[in-house]
């Protein structure tokens, strides 16, 4: 690893930071618009981190967005970071980076420090075609992301992301029949869903009867932790976090 990049790794301070929320839906599509208003305002979707030639694929819930007055943020894969972003030109630079330090399941190893080093890696050239960004380093390496719009809640399909159950298990709000259905990762599940600012009461979960690994069992009882009672939902653009009236929180992304 070069000197430049043990340095940007080194400015990487891990500090927690409270989740921020909103959903402006600003930006510009058109190719040759000036870089800051191409790429600010929009959410982008991080595709892949592409360093010394390896390609690695992000997981879904990473993103970035910037905001017109310079302030950037998003998620590494698991984690979320804040920073402040500078254009100069055709190119942007993040410095100040801050993220949380929660523990991740399901994220490959290494790529979130990969994608915050090339994040803060200087000057990054941007080059947008349509929906389609390009952030490249001076040394080639290159992050892949896309425009994405936000999902609604009810009507999306909801991959659970935490806790871990490689990608099985899913739930769909139904808003005509008050319901909510899908996979606890083995099991199916279906209840009844009432909807309030802020809250979704569950009723009773009514399952199929499969036996499943530990590790998806354990899973599957802490999803239904969510049911017969009360949770919190957050809504974050195309993630969704949920909280049982005892702490339990459950966080998903919108499938594509």
Known sequence: MDTKRLAALAALTLLPLAAACGSEDAGSDTVGAAP???VTGVHWAVDDVTVDGKKSAAPTSTYLRIADGGKARGNL?????????????????????QSTEMACEGVPTGFEQTLARTLTDGELTTEVDGDKLTLTTADGDRVALSKQDAAPLKGTKWTITSPD?????HLTFDEKTGQVSGSLGCNKVKATATFRDGSITLGTASTTRMMCDTSLMKTEKTLLGLFDGTVKYE??????????????RVSAAAAE
């Open 36 to 38: 800051s208003a191409a």
């Open 77 to 97: 894969g698991c984690n979320n970071f804040s920073a402040d972003a500078a254009f100069a030109d055709s190119r942007v630079t993040f410095d100040r980076m």
């Open 165 to 169: 159950a490689d990608g099985k298990a």
């Open 235 to 248: 809504l974050d653009h195309r993630n969704l976090t949920l909280t049982s009236e005892n702490g339990e």
